[in-house]
């Protein structure tokens, strides 16, 4: 079993993609045969996540992208920021990140900054007195066997092509003193979410499907 650290430094080095791409697969195949007890979250932002593992700060995920992914309606909207750095290395796709420049601006703003505060399969989304405009600073565009970092408290979005699923192996090492935030409303209120979380069934099913994009590169 690769340790957090271990997939960090592969990630980094760049240079044995293929122990890291043998190490999912491992997973998936542990997930969908009901060696390891993990349930699937489809996520707001219309990716699914399996959350492979969580140690203290430092948090193992794979996120995969349907190619004909639902939706996405987020209550607020899809541009966000982590409370933890993140750093993805890509498996299968094309991942497209932009990077959102954030400004205060009371006068004439366009959205509102929300805090989201987790608590297991519920999203608290407190609106904030903090009212702000957002431009698309960079756009940035990772295939597969490409790795990318996101700092926390950086405002993006992730996206895939429509019809284009994809598949990445992500890592987070949370911020301490840095909340999840997303740019709402402005006239908008707190409200809570609650994320869709799948069965034992639907999940060893996914991670069939997931391991065959990744087998694929």
């Given at each position: 079993?690769?340790t957090?650290?271990?997939l960090?430094r592969?990630?980094?080095r760049?240079a044995?993609?293929e122990?890291?791409?043998?190490?999912v697969?491992d997973?998936?195949?542990d997930v969908a045969e009901?060696?390891?007890?993990?349930l699937?979250?489809r996520?707001?932002?219309?990716?699914?996540?399996l959350?492979v593992?969580?140690?203290g700060a430092?948090?193992?995920c794979v996120?995969a992208?349907p190619?004909d992914?639902?939706p996405?309606?987020?209550t607020?909207s899809t541009?966000?920021?982590?409370?933890?750095d993140?750093l993805?290395h890509?498996?299968?796709g094309?991942?497209?990140?932009?990077?959102i420049?954030?400004t205060?601006?009371?006068?004439?703003?366009s959205?509102r900054?929300?805090?989201?505060h987790s608590?297991g399969?519920v999203?608290?989304m407190a609106?904030?007195?903090?009212?702000?405009t957002a431009?698309?600073a960079t756009?940035?565009t990772?295939?597969?066997?490409?790795?990318?970092?996101?700092?926390?408290g950086?405002?993006h979005?992730?996206?895939?092509?429509?019809?284009e699923?994809?598949?990445?192996?992500?890592?987070g090492r949370?911020?301490?003193?840095?909340?999840d935030?997303?740019?709402?409303a402005?006239d908008?209120?707190s409200?809570?979410?609650?994320?869709?979380r799948c069965?034992a069934?639907?999940?060893?099913?996914?991670?069939?499907e997931?391991?065959?994009?990744v087998?694929?590169?």
């Open positions: 079993m690769m957090y650290a271990d960090e592969e990630i980094d760049g044995r993609p122990l890291l791409r043998g190490w697969l997973v998936l195949d009901g060696r390891r007890p993990l699937a979250v996520h707001p932002l219309g990716f699914t996540c959350p593992e969580r140690t430092d948090g193992i996120h992208w190619a992914p639902p996405v309606r987020p607020t541009m966000h920021s982590h409370s933890w993140l993805s890509v498996l299968h094309t991942v497209r990140n932009e990077l420049e954030v205060d601006a009371t006068a004439d703003p959205w900054i929300y805090e989201v608590r399969d999203d608290e609106a904030t007195d903090r009212l702000v431009v698309t756009v940035e990772h295939s597969a066997g490409d790795s990318y970092a996101l700092r926390a950086g405002f979005t992730s996206e895939v092509d429509a019809g699923p994809a598949v990445t192996v992500a890592l949370t911020t301490p003193g840095v909340c935030l997303s740019l709402g402005v908008g209120r409200h809570r979410i609650r994320r869709d069965g069934a639907e999940t060893a099913r996914m991670a069939r997931i391991a065959e994009l087998a694929r590169g």
